[in-house]
C-alpha cells in the first residue's frame, strides 16, 4: 500500500492527523525521504517541496489531489527525474537516484518509468503504431517484437483499430490513449501521469481513469496520478491530499 513513513510509530500530518506506519520493505518501488524542492522566483525564495516521504510498493494505484500550486506536479517531476530536489532522497527498486546524472535518469526511464503528459506529445507525422514503438526503437529493439508488443498495447489502450491513423486524425480521448500506450510498451514498472484527463471532456476523462485502473491488473505497473478531478481519483487505491507543498493526508479506497 502506499504509505508516510518515519522513525517513529506514526506519522502526523500538519494537520495533526495521525498516520501509522508500515517499514515493510518487500516489494517495494518508490521511496522518498523528507523530499523538498526549493527555487527562486526573482529576489523571493518559493518553497515547492516540503519534507515529503512516502513509499510506492509495486502494483498499487495512487492519485494526488490538491489545489493548484500545492506540489503535486513538482513531486511527480521529481519522482520521475525531470528535476532535482534541492533535499531529500529518492530510491526506485532500493535504488538511489536522488543524484543520478542526466545520462542514468534516461536510462531510467527507457527501462523503467513511463510518463503520461497533459499535452498528448504525440509526433504528427507519424502513425499511431510508430508513435507507439518510438520508445522500443530507442532502446534498440527491432523487427516482429515491437510489431508484437505495439499490437499488445493498442489493443489494451482500444486503438488497435486505428493504428495506421496520425495524430491529427484522432480526437483529444484517443490521443490521449495513444500517449499511455506510448509510455506502457517499453513495460515500465511505474507509471507517472500528470494530469492526464486535463484537457478532456468529463466522458473522455472517465475513459482514461478507467484505462489508468486497469494497468496495474492487466500489466502490474504502479501508477501516480496527479489531477484536479474528485472522479478520477476515487478510481485509485489511494488518494494522497497535499497542501502547500506538504502531504497532509491519505484516504484508502
Not at 510508430?130 to 527491432?142: D, F, I, Q
Not at 506502457?184 to 485502473?213: M, Y
Amino acid at each position: 500500500m502506499c504509505r508516510l513513513h518515519a522513525s517513529a510509530g506514526c506519522f502526523r500530518t500538519p494537520l495533526g492527523l495521525s498516520i501509522p506506519i508500515m517499514q515493510d520493505p518487500t516489494n517495494m518501488l518508490v521511496r522518498v525521504q523528507n523530499l523538498s524542492k526549493e527555487y527562486r522566483r526573482g529576489q523571493t525564495l518559493v518553497s515547492a517541496l516540503q519534507d515529503v516521504t512516502l513509499d510506492v510498493k509495486a502494483g498499487e494505484f495512487c492519485a494526488f489531489v490538491g489545489p493548484s500550486g500545492c506540489g503535486k506536479s513538482t513531486l511527480l517531476n521529481l519522482i520521475g527525474g525531470l528535476d532535482q530536489p534541492t533535499a531529500g532522497i529518492i530510491a526506485i527498486e532500493n535504488r538511489p537516484v536522488t543524484h543520478a546524472s542526466a545520462t542514468e535518469w534516461t536510462r531510467l526511464r527507457r527501462e523503467l518509468i513511463g510518463i503520461v503528459f497533459q499535452a498528448f506529445h504525440l509526433i504528427p507525422g507519424l502513425t499511431v503504431a510508430e508513435n507507439v514503438a518510438l520508445p522500443l526503437l530507442l532502446k534498440g529493439e527491432r523487427g516482429a517484437a515491437v510489431a508484437e508488443r505495439v499490437n499488445e498495447v493498442l489493443e489494451a489502450v482500444r486503438m488497435d483499430r486505428r493504428r495506421s491513423h496520425r495524430p491529427g486524425e484522432l480526437s483529444g480521448g484517443e490521443q490521449q490513449r495513444v500517449a499511455i500506450a506510448r509510455a506502457i510498451v517499453h513495460r515500465p514498472r511505474l507509471v507517472l501521469a500528470d494530469e492526464p484527463t486535463g484537457n478532456l471532456d468529463s466522458k473522455q476523462g472517465a475513459d482514461i481513469v478507467s484505462l489508468f485502473r486497469t494497468l496495474p491488473q492487466r500489466f502490474g505497473h504502479s501508477v501516480l496520478l496527479v489531477t484536479h478531478s474528485d472522479s478520477a481519483a476515487d478510481a485509485a487505491d489511494y488518494v494522497w491530499h497535499m497542501r502547500d507543498g506538504r502531504l497532509v493526508n491519505c484516504v484508502r479506497h
